[in-house]
């Protein structure tokens, strides 16, 4: 059984309360599953997951269990194949979000013209409603997109908290767990194999 983690787990703090207060608390917690599960699961970051991961964790605290349990590996970019519809409803999406984008746009404009003591409110709210327009639900990031080919690469199942993310994940065929269930997951299988029972 493989997983390939995002960052979400440990940095999303709706997330990461279950596993801990802060990311390194929360990441130590998550290895001592990852040792009682050891042989038996593999959890999988690609490189730029886990540079990510390790802006905000203690890397000294957690070693050596973080090179132990956390497998780093890249996505074979250059033999992974991707079907064209996914290309055409990339295409899609990003034609609707940029639609959008400018409509959020042309209400903050007319909002100024008539409220014009109020244009820094109207600036962040048009950055606000702006920024959800072209980037919730996409894989908006090359970190995402790797993690979405290291999945499909392995047959593993994603786990992630990132909407853009698991949307893909759904389109593409390959298997996911909401992060917000990740906890639950992993004491569900420690228990399996306490019991003795396969995986």
Avoid at 63 to 90: M, S
Wanted: no cysteine; proline share 4%.
């Amino acid at each position: 059984m493989r997983f390939v983690l995002d960052t979400s787990i440990f940095v999303n703090p709706e997330i990461r309360g279950k596993f801990g207060d802060n990311p390194t608390e929360a990441m130590r917690t998550f290895l001592g599953y990852a040792e009682r599960l050891f042989g038996r699961v593999e959890f999988y970051m690609p490189p730029g997951i886990y540079r990510e991961v390790m802006h905000f964790v203690d890397e000294e605290e957690l070693l050596p269990e973080i090179e132990l349990y956390i497998i780093k590996k890249p996505p074979n970019v250059h033999d992974i194949k991707i079907p064209a519809f996914v290309v055409y409803e990339l295409i899609d999406d990003i034609r609707r979000r940029i639609d959008k984008g400018l409509r959020v746009a042309e209400k903050a404009v007319r909002e100024s013209v008539i409220e014009t003591d109020n244009v820094d409110r109207i600036i962040q709210k048009l950055r606000r409603n702006y920024r959800k327009a072209l980037r919730e639900g996409i894989v908006d990031s090359k970190e995402d997109f790797e993690l979405i080919l290291l999945a499909k690469e392995l047959d593993a199942t994603i786990v992630s908290a990132d909407v853009g993310i698991l949307t893909w994940a759904q389109k593409m065929g390959i298997k996911w767990v909401d992060a917000a269930n990740f906890k639950e997951v992993l004491e569900g299988l420690s228990e399996r194999l306490t019991k003795g029972k396969n995986l």
